[in-house]
């Protein structure tokens, strides 16, 4: 069974995008569909290629309990290919992903990540990286309760069929 791909997308892959693929594989591990499913993530510049995730975002995460790991890289063409959803944290990410498909044909499948967000009424994960400590706890409220919402939708829509595997 081919897994069902999932790629977060922010700016740099250092803060926003790598702490999405963190938190959900961890909520997709304990919703029993860590096996259906493969997660990434990446960032539209190449800067950070190669980096850790951000210490103020490793040291907000790993004060939730979540295990903080990966390395950034660029989001590439082919990505837009081989992902079933791209998740971007906010509207600048999502044009700038579009752009890599002028043809429009994957657009349907970019997204942001706030549109499952359930209990906060955001519409963008904002960066950050030049702001206070307060900036990570919220990006990481935004970002669980986002990931809740996409494992409830997945599983709504038949996106994931829980029973398979």
């Known amino acids: 069974m081919t897994p069902y791909r999932i790629l977060f997308v922010c700016m740099g892959n250092i803060c926003r995008s790598p702490a999405a693929e963190i938190v959900f594989t961890r909520l997709a591990e304990q919703a029993g569909l860590g096996d259906r499913l493969e997660i990434d993530s990446a960032g539209t510049i190449g800067y950070h290629a ?97 990931s809740a919402g996409l494992i409830e939708d997945l599983l709504k829509t038949g996106a994931i069929d829980p029973s398979a595997g």
Do not use: W
Request: net charge negative; charged share 35%.
């Open 50 to 146: 190669g980096s850790p995730p951000d210490p103020r975002m490793s040291e907000t995460l790993e004060s939730r309990g979540y295990v903080v790991e990966g390395s950034a890289r660029q989001v590439k063409r082919r990505d837009l290919e081989i992902h079933d959803l791209i998740l971007c944290a906010d509207r600048e990410n999502l044009h700038d992903v579009r752009l890599l498909d002028p043809s429009g044909s994957t657009h349907h499948k970019i997204r942001l990540l706030t549109d499952y967000c359930r209990e906060h009424d955001a519409d963008h994960v904002p960066d950050p990286y030049y702001g206070a400590r307060g900036g990570f706890e919220e990006v990481a409220d935004l970002i669980e309760d986002a």
